[in-house]
């Protein structure tokens, strides 16, 4: 995250580094991470310990980070902006290195820990995250989510299956399917109309049931992830990062 800011001697382990800074945090990252561990294992500690590793969203366009082949970054709604890496480890209760590709989010942290702790969940208390401990265990396949959706100001989107869908008030919609087209490419809204229809109608039914935001991040990040999103669903990449949409966000913070 920015702003971007690494010791000396991390630094000088990258020096000439296309990419210092971020290099230099990520070597300090991994190493505070190890002291971690190591003080678990020290402890005892590591078999009652569930431990998560992730991001809390795709990269940003201004930390030197690189979201290839994705589309997108932090902000908005293409699988640049929320596709993570997302790593589970439980010493001698999760084993071996599986790889899971199923349809997961951040929000199955709280019930996964939940079913760990051995807690009973309050029958009143519902949740959005999903129990993922079968699923990192081999006991079920699949996709613990069979749809997920985002909103955040004027965009939206939602993901069923292999399809995503990215809408944007008082523009349009972009449909892609993401096994065939990871990098979103391809808009098959004006192809497969049913389809359309179907995503349109759920993320309509899913905002239904959601209060009205209580805290907006005000009228000119609104402007700018508009023209940002616009943009990328034309696959307009020239004028995504141009000076424009970020020129007056740099004035007030110099200011």
């Excluded at 702003?3 to 991994?30: C, F, I, N, V």
């Excluded at 965009?155 to 349009?172: C, H, P, Q, S």
């Excluded at 000119?220 to 023209?227: A, L, Q, V």
Aim: charged share 25%; no cysteine.
């Amino acid at each position: 995250h920015t702003p971007m800011d690494a010791k000396q001697e991390d630094l000088l382990k990258y020096d000439g580094h296309p990419r210092q800074k971020l290099a230099a945090m990520t070597w300090s990252m991994d190493e505070n991470i190890g002291k971690v561990l190591t003080k678990l294992e020290a402890e005892g500690l590591m078999e009652n310990t569930l431990i998560f590793f992730l991001s809390d969203n795709g990269g940003a366009a201004n930390n030197q980070s690189s979201v290839t082949p994705l589309k997108g970054w932090k902000g908005n709604k293409f699988e640049g902006g929320h596709r993570v890496p997302f790593i589970v480890h439980w010493k001698n209760h999760l084993k071996g290195n599986r790889k899971f590709d199923g349809l997961t989010s951040s929000l199955d942290i709280f019930s996964t820990s939940l079913v760990a702790a051995d807690i009973k969940k309050n029958k009143s208390l519902e949740l959005d995250g999903v129990n993922l401990l079968p699923y990192l265990l081999e006991e079920k396949k699949g996709n613990p989510h069979q749809q997920l959706f985002w909103r955040k100001l004027e965009g939206a989107g939602t993901r069923i299956g292999d399809f995503k869908l990215i809408r944007l008030e008082n523009y349009g919609s972009v449909l892609y399917n993401l096994k065939e087209d990871l990098g979103e490419t391809t808009d098959l809204s004006t192809i497969n109309k049913n389809k359309l229809f179907e995503l349109t109608s759920r993320l309509e039914d899913w905002e239904n049931t959601l209060i009205a935001p209580l805290w907006r991040e005000g009228t000119y990040w609104k402007g700018i992830t508009s023209n940002i999103h616009k943009n990328l669903m034309q696959n307009n990449y020239r004028d995504v990062l141009s000076k424009n949409n970020f020129t007056k966000k740099n004035k007030i913070q110099k200011n």
